[in-house]
């Protein structure tokens, strides 16, 4: 007999329960794994497509449009050496190879200068699109394609078969779209024109281009101050001063001061319209034989742009009929920008001449359709464009012009600000034109021979304007490219501030003749070189600009060049990559100059321990702007602040528009030039503040900012973790996940005022960012053509899958180069890939 005890009560739940969690835990787990494999064919699915995109270089294509074979020689960098039996052939070449690594780009940057990008990303780009169309430069470059000479209009047409037939190709044989990012955006692509060739040479003006947002600041601070803090704050480069330059409240009544920060365009990697302070820099610098250790003529360019992954630059080597070029190209141009032949080295920097004005242009009272002009009132030039926007109503814009240019709204660059009721603001500018001849002045100098022809082929370029540095095998020189503006003497503001247009003596008379640009030939030092610096010291109408891109390294410059009786190539690399600051060296005993070794015993711990400590290592520092070295820190957040304390409490919110310290502003203050000093004492407060004391209280914030921000001890700290290169993807860098693949981020030396230049973005909440540099480099030793270096910041493929799309960048943070030979049989020997090209069957 078996004895059935009951079970206590909650048992038998108990055991179902079990149960159910066992069942409950099974699922769980399968649906995990089933989310996980989805995930995984999910990421293999967008690997195999975006990886469809990545071209084959060694491969033979059938294409219409060449005359005969074309061979696209792949070295181990990725650089094309393009060989072809016509000059078409090989421009033919070129495009291919553009669209097949950077066809993204390419298609970026045509958009752009269309006023096509809200078609893609919606309102956010509106306000670019409707400046872009309001500018008109997409229809002046279809304007300007018929004035080019024959032989560029070929090398147009050349190129622009050359992208259409690599677009043909991805069709055809399915090969991802050309690129990952049409699988998230419009997979259609036009094919290319030669317009889009010179749209793009016009894009690349606006991007270097300052001088409009220059006249819009000094004429709202000459409202807010008198003219002698205007100038501390923006001081002329040293030179000839200006004289009796008028208030702005006299050239525009009823326009009131403010203090409100300045409005502009939506901000972002997709905007072409930089802010001023990172409007285009450069450095080029030549030697002739007699100053060249090996007897033959040097020559070093490292052209300054925003950075972005992939960069501007791409290099490549062209076989042409007037001798083989190599050097950087921009993707969407057939061009060599900056390079060498055998016999010619040719290098390009920002010129910063005045070819902007703004004019104030009265309404009529009785009929707002027209305007003013000196023979009485003229109806605008008008035209209606349709903006098509995603997800969202198109936006039909009325283009207004005048005489004097387009008219730009007063929500554009804060125009609204500094124009008087009853008037609009227009643009002149000599790049909105539709008989620009830049393209074929450009190809006129990557095929000279000699410095002369050179600088005669450069008469015929338009804007934007540069300073080109050439030299061949004995000669050196450097000249201004680019039309001048004819103004009157008489005029209003010298080119500085907006201007009543419709005074006779305000108006441009078309351009000066190319003899006024500044030009030096075979210089008796036998050595020339431009850092942006101030070239020449002519009163005005034939100054060239009152705003440069450089005081202060151009010193240093001196300082290395003078340093040798002889340079070499690695004399000229040396330089190339200096990252002393004369600007630390110079200001720092100004600013420091009561504070050093004078501070009373403090306990560890304490603000004022700290404050010696910083003052001791900056004391011992030699002003390089080391990646691994704390002072370039300390020192860059002192004299941020220190300039903040300084004008704050005059300029209120405006002050956010100096997001870089200006050293002559510095100088002027701590030199009491001109009373200067003035801006030291605080208005709000009652006792007068002294500069030392401004000094003093600016420095202690600056390292409480440093502890915030990174903590650790002074020593720790490392210039090169908030100097990092940013070298983000306009589109999908800020995307998640996304970024961490298509972003490229490294510290770096250098800083705003070395040779080996990094810009810092200058805002929070990274202000000490590098965001604007060298993003391509060239030595080349005539002595040793062959011996010539080169390097660009990124990689040469736009493909984010592909390892050239980062793989000379790490070349570029830590100063390396790579070399380029103009021999075919070199070339070929070290080719890692060939792409051959063939005339398609009919």
Known sequence: MSLRLPLPNGWVRGVNNGAEMGTLFRWLLRLSLAGMAFILIGLIAVYYLASRSLPEYDADHRVAGLSAPVEIVRDNNNVPHIFGDSDADVFFGLGFAHAQDRLWQMTMMRRTAQGRLSELFGERTLKIDELLRRLDIYRLAQDSVAVQDPDTRAALEAYARGVNAWITTVNDQAKGRGAPEFFLFEPEVAYWQPADS?????LMGLRLSAHLEQEVLRARLSLLLDEGRVRDLMPDAPGRGLIDLPDYASLAPGVQPSTAPLTRLAAGPLSPFPRRALAGASNAWAAAPGRAAAGGTLLANDPHMGFAAPGPWYLARLDLSTGAVIGGTIPGMPLVLAGRSDRLGWAVTSSYLDDQDVFLEQLNPDNPEEYR???GFKPFETRRTIIKVADAAPVTVTLRWTENGPVLPGTHYDLASVTPPG??????????SGADTSMSAALGIMRAQTVDAAIEAGRFFVAPSQNLTVVDQERIALQTIGAMPRRLAGHQSMGRMPVPGWRAENRWQGRLNYAANPRVIDPDSGILGNTNNKLVDRPFPLHVSYHWGDTQRIQRWR???ESRKVHTRESFIEAQLDTVSFTARALLPLIGRDLWFTGEPAPAGSPERRRQQALDLLAEWNGEMNEHLPEPLIYAAWLRRLQDRLIRDDLGPLAD????VDPLFIERVFRNVDGASAWCDIRQSGPVESCTEIARRALDEALLWLDETYGGQLQSLRWGEAHQAWHDHPVLGETPFLKWVVNIRQPTSGGDNTLNRG??????PDPFTNVHGAGYRGVYDFADPESSVFIIA???SGHPLSRH???????????????MTLDPDLARAAAVGITRLRPRRK
């Open 657 to 660: 528009e100096f997001t870089h």
């Open 805 to 819: 799309y980062d793989d000379l960048g790490e070349l570029w943070r830590r100063g390396e180069y790579i070399p």
């Open 373 to 375: 002009t000196p023979d």
């Open 759 to 764: 810009l810092t973005r200058g805002s929070a």
């Open 794 to 796: 990124t990689g040469q």
């Open 198 to 202: 010179l749209a793009i040479i016009k």
């Open 559 to 561: 300082r290395l060049m």
């Open 423 to 432: 008037h609009v603001s227009t643009l002149g500018w000599t790049i909105l």
